[in-house]
């Protein structure tokens, strides 16, 4: 079909669209504008004051560094060169005297053993040595546990009561006999009251068939002894009823009975 303009008809031309943009809308982009630019400065600003504050402190972070190094590697250093050879040389040391102190616990001389073992014989050091110069070793921590054993068997309890405060053991067995001993030199003592605090405080730190019956029933004693009759009670009733199977409990309803 054929088209066709009328006799000086002209086609309208398209209005050209112009994109207006209102003063409410300007001053929007100039605030983003000028907050992006604000941000940007500021992290100009602290970057370069960060700069500043390496560049100022440049020595001092280098030493801290260093220090740092230094440390690790003495530490290291002290390691394999120093506590180990010294752990060594401290077992080496005391085996003379834990020989002696074996026989003295059995019974063949035992004053004498006893009091080599703390001085030490054949050349090699004794327990009190070997605790005052390997300080801080494993061996030396035991001399003090041997020291104290040893004293409390031969009748110084004071210097028993001293070296066994020095022990310290993360094994629980070893830690309750420590302070089982302690609560026995201060029985010999006739400190009773101390006496006891120690008896309750072994039997309390590790809970076993071995120890806790055993410090259980000392701590019993010692409160009847003391006229604490209700305390003694609650110590021979835990034997009885949580550790029946012992060698404790044999004897315990007889001092229950005083108890009552």
């Known amino acids: 079909m054929a088209t066709y303009n009328k006799r000086g008809y002209k086609t309208p031309k398209e209005k050209e669209v112009k994109e ?36 100022k402190n440049q020595k001092i972070i280098i030493g801290l560094v260093a220090g740092i190094a230094v440390a690790t590697i003495g530490y290291l250093a002290y390691q394999k060169f120093i506590a180990t050879p010294k752990q060594e040389e401290a077992a080496s040391e005391m085996f003379v005297a834990q020989q002696n102190f074996e026989k ?28 005052d110069e390997y300080s801080g070793t494993d061996a030396g921590n035991l001399a003090n546990y041997y020291a104290g054993i040893a004293y409390l068997n031969t009748g110084k309890f004071d210097e028993a009561i001293k070296y066994l405060g020095e022990f310290k053991s993360e094994d629980a067995i070893l830690s309750a006999l420590a302070k089982g001993a302690t609560g026995d030199a201060y029985s010999q003592k006739n400190q009773q009251k101390e006496a006891l605090d120690f008896y309750v405080k072994a039997a309390e730190s590790n809970k076993n068939d071995f120890t806790t019956p055993r410090f259980l029933l000392k701590a019993g004693k010692t409160a009847l002894a003391l006229g604490q009759k209700e305390d003694a009670l609650k110590y021979f009733n835990d034997i009885k009823d949580n550790y029946d199977s012992t060698p404790e409990a044999a004897s315990v309803d007889a001092l229950i009975g005083l108890a009552q």
Request: glycine share 8%; no cysteine; charged share 25%.
């Open 20 to 55: 207006v943009v209102t003063e409410e809308q300007q001053v929007i982009i100039d605030e983003k504008d000028s907050t992006t630019a604000g941000v940007f400065s500021k992290l100009d600003e602290t970057a370069s004051k960060t700069e500043d504050w390496v560049a």
């Open 104 to 131: 003295a616990v059995n019974g063949v001389s035992s004053d004498s053993l006893f009091k080599l073992s703390l001085n030490g014989s054949e050349g090699k050091f004794g327990f009190i040595k070997i605790a």
